[in-house]
């Protein structure tokens, strides 16, 4: 005979949630907001063995696991990723200058701002190294101007002058331009090998603590990346279910998780 069996963990709002890959190692990813309702559940499965005549002989427990449900205010990449178990490619991509970027335009017209696709990312004025139509060949400085609209973005205008280009030419302009540094995340692989974490859920209150701490846990089902608008109040946050299971290296009796409850929580 085997009976399922649950208890449910209310976890405060307001925890600070730390992943990492020992209990001496963790690092903060983020903070429940307070108005989220976060639970952690244990399952297992009890076994009977019973007699010929039905009598209990022996019942014990097996496949315990717990499951924890919550939301977190964080979307810095590198910090989700240790949750995740590694399953994200982060890169630091620094901001290099590019030199001779070729763009082409069609289409334009004369006095007509053509906004370039690349912009410092200091906001500085953009280098020309050249200006070409494609029959007129290379452009005169008297032909286009260099300018940049009311967002700040550079581009150029070419100018109704002598010596100007066709309007059925394509405009070719080559410049350089510095971006900024940023992240780099790629996803995606057939097989991917992913580390169950520690993660441990950190409610202070004065001197005292609310503490649990799962020992082997990963993220389950993916992320899910929840953007407010830009008139909400709320930072950016993600919903996520954490999935723990037993941590056999560690002794009997405590491989699932641990509970420090100071608070009365």
């Not at 109704?160 to 030419?169: D, M, V, Y």
């Not at 004065?206 to 990346?225: M, R």
């Amino acid at each position: 005979m085997i009976e399922s069996k649950f208890k449910g963990v209310h976890i405060p709002s307001g925890c600070t949630v730390k992943v990492g890959d020992s209990v001496d190692t963790l690092e903060s990813i983020g903070v429940i907001p307070m108005d989220t309702n976060t639970e952690l559940n244990i399952t297992y499965d009890k076994l009977l063995v019973q007699g010929s005549k039905k009598e209990e002989v022996i019942s014990y427990i097996k496949n315990m696991k717990a499951k924890g449900t919550t939301e977190i205010y964080q979307i810095q990449m590198p910090v989700i990723n240790k949750l995740t178990g590694g399953v994200m490619n982060i890169e630091n991509v620094a901001g290099t200058k590019v030199t001779g970027f070729v763009q082409d335009f069609n289409g334009w017209a004369y006095g007509k701002f053509i906004k370039l696709k690349n912009q410092n990312a200091d906001g500085s004025a953009l280098v020309l190294s050249q200006v070409k139509a494609s029959n007129k060949g290379v452009l005169t400085d008297s032909n286009y101007l260099l300018a940049a609209n009311s967002e700040g973005e550079y581009g150029i205008i070419i100018l109704n002058k002598t010596g100007k280009p066709a309007l059925s030419e394509t405009i070719t302009v080559t410049y350089e331009y510095t971006p900024a540094s940023h992240l780099k995340v790629t996803m995606g692989d057939d097989v991917a090998t992913i580390t169950p974490k520690v993660v441990q859920f950190l409610k202070m209150q004065g001197d005292k603590k609310f503490q649990v701490t799962l020992y082997s846990a990963l993220v389950e089902g993916g992320i899910k990346f929840t953007f407010p608008g830009s008139d909400s109040e709320k930072p950016a946050s993600i919903p996520i279910e954490i999935d723990a299971a037993l941590d056999t290296t560690r002794d009997s009796g405590d491989q699932l998780l641990e509970i420090i409850d100071e608070i009365g929580v």
